[in-house]
């Protein structure tokens, strides 16, 4: 069912998000080395059926599969040609189940991090960062929500903001970093630095997502809401991986997870869901776990 990320903040309750679509691809038979984003035209319906799954749970949002779908990171794989086509590709999966949903969802479009350093750490300039990150989301056209999201540098979200929004100044944004290096991005910023930034930025919601487990992100959300009264978005990884050969298997399980959610919703966030490692299993424990929750929230907070 089609509604609007206001609306779906507007009951006051926590939001359920999805979880990770690369462990989910990479179940499916994905190799390592292989562009995620390439499976929205080679293998659509896995996709759609990895989005329906993660609806089915319970997620009210659900992300597009285009992390790595700007022309740089793309370039990487020899794809920036196909930038355009694998971020269409992916708005329509995503908008299909979406809108065929019994209950709202929110499609957001994801949009992470280049995997090039900006000047003067690298040879990246904030003209090229800005000008990828807006054909990404010229090409997103159709999400609810531009979801920037897993990003260190400062520097680059301001460039993915912005080219967000010479595509599009009409639709909202999240942003989530990723505090991964001793509570700091691995760029050195800090959850209060990142948080009063990212508010002046004007973003809808903002928060942390992936690294290393949901106790960091459990204290990242803590520190975010001590100085902000923000829409706060939590979104951890699976427990820490295990390398079986090639695979990295997470070691969180969907109780734990559950119990993960209980505590941040207490923490402050209003918006959570999971990254690496995890399943629609995670996030059906999410969803129950919330669910149990009989009051709205009230300052970041359920009375």
């Not at 999240?174 to 948080?195: H, I, S």
């Not at 990295?248 to 966030?269: H, I, N």
């Amino acid at each position: 069912m089609k509604t609007t990320f206001a609306d779906l903040l507007a009951s006051g309750r926590p939001v359920v998000a999805d979880g990770g679509m690369g462990t989910m691809l990479f179940s499916a038979g994905m190799v390592r080395g292989h562009a995620p984003e390439s499976w929205n035209v080679e293998h659509p319906d896995i996709v759609r059926g990895i989005h329906a799954a993660y609806i089915q749970a319970g997620a009210q949002i659900i992300l597009t599969n285009t992390f790595g779908g700007n022309r740089i990171r793309l370039g990487m794989h020899k794809l920036a040609a196909r930038t355009c086509l694998f971020n269409t590709a992916a708005v329509q999966l995503a908008r299909s189940e979406a809108d065929a949903a019994a209950l709202p969802v929110v499609v957001g479009g994801s949009i992470g991090p280049t995997g090039a350093l900006l000047e003067p750490h690298g040879e990246l300039t904030l003209y090229e960062a800005v000008s990828a990150f807006e054909e990404q989301a010229l090409a997103l056209n159709g999400v609810d929500v531009f979801w920037i999201e897993t990003m260190s540098d400062l520097e680059e979200v301001r460039a993915a903001i912005t080219g967000c929004r010479k595509a599009n100044a009409d639709t909202p944004i999240v942003t989530t970093m990723t505090f991964d290096t001793n509570g700091r991005t691995m760029m050195g910023v800090k959850p209060e630095q990142a948080t009063e930034a990212l508010q002046n930025l004007g973003v809808i919601a903002l928060g942390a997502n992936c690294g290393n487990g949901p106790a960091e992100i459990e204290q990242v959300i803590e520190k975010m809401h001590r100085s902000s009264s923000a829409v706060l978005v939590a979104k951890a990884n699976a427990g820490l991986p295990h390398m079986h050969g090639d695979i990295a298997v997470y070691d969180a399980t969907p109780e734990v997870m559950a119990a993960y959610a209980s505590r941040v919703l207490g923490q402050g966030a209003r918006i959570i869901g999971a990254c690496c490692g995890s399943t629609p299993d995670h996030i059906r424990a999410i969803a129950n776990a919330l669910q149990n929750i009989d009051t709205p929230i009230k300052d970041g907070k359920h009375s």
